[in-house]
């Protein structure tokens, strides 16, 4: 496939690959393949999000970070990774760093009324976190969760279809998969000089899951590292979403799709005293996925550059390594 150096990322419609016309579906998975390819990273419309829907939840996340610190605490689950719940100001770093990065976030995982008693998968996960003082945010968010864990689903059979594999490949694989929904508050800083002076929004880094699903910012500075070095401006339209590869992708298809390191940098100084709010969703399948590189991904040209593991062992290991896990 040839390689191409993107100014800005692809635009593609979701309906074209699920609205029943063939030629459109074929013609989808080959403009995501090639742009998983060679940048990581598409903007799709048509995804089932509605507009209305993610005004809601911007709105009962921005009443959950106004809350004072002591409030958010109550809701902080060190015990389970902060893998449901309120994680507080600076305690996420990238791999790789110590400096924790200039955000806050609330982990919604899968509802356990959801899953039926008779999947093991049920005893592995912890029940989700909900504030008391915003009653309304269990039922946005748990929409919002639902919608965008469908949206991924359908990625996923287009990325199959792109790979050789059966457009149902990932169906058992991510049913009712170990996915996150984060909403993260980039929060003010009134005195840039009071913070480390390497701290930033988000530190370059690549995610931790099979593809991330992210919902518009309400502010500039999402980068991503194109192949030439150059850093690049992710913006999308407000009906679009952002979604691209993350590490356990690459792993399974020994690095043929791309998670590509992106950032989150800090606005100018003058700014500094804004908020920032966020909500990507996490598509990670089931703990015992084999993340094994596929044979068809490795070749003389490309050896098989990683060695085997499970999604979930993969996962507990970068944990670790963000300082979520002792």
Known sequence: M??????????????????GDAIKKAAFVEKLGQAYQNIGFVAIKNHGLSKELQEQLYATIKKFFALADSQKAA?????????????????EHAKGRNTGDLKEFYHVGQELADIPDSDPIK?????????????EFEG????????????????LRAIALHLGLAEDFFES???????????????PIENPDEVPSDAVRAAEHGDINLITLLMGASADGLQVLRKDGKWIPITALPDQLVVNVGDMLERLTNKKLKS?????????????HT????????????SDMDLTCLDSC?????????????????????LRELGLRK
């Open 123 to 135: 005893k592995e996960y912890p029940a989700n976190v909900w504030p008391t003082e915003i009653p």
């Open 2 to 19: 040839t390689e191409i150096l993107y100014d800005e990322i692809p635009s593609l419609d979701l309906a074209d690959f699920t609205g």
């Open 298 to 318: 490795i070749d003389e040209q490309n050896p098989k550059q990683f060695p085997d593991v499970t999604a979930g062992e993969f996962l507990e290991e970068r």
């Open 260 to 272: 590509t390191i992106h950032r989150v940098v800090n606005p100018p100084r003058e700014m500094m």
């Open 173 to 187: 694989k991510v049913n009712h998969g170990n996915s996150i929904l984060r909403q993260i508050h980039y929060f």
């Open 140 to 155: 946005i968010a748990l929409e919002t969760y639902r919608t965008l864990e469908n949206a991924g689903k359908n990625m």
């Open 275 to 286: 908020s920032r709010y966020s909500i990507p969703f996490f598509m990670h399948p089931r």
């Open 75 to 91: 809701y902080e689950k060190p015990e389970i990774g902060f893998q449901r719940g309120y994680t507080g100001k600076g305690k």
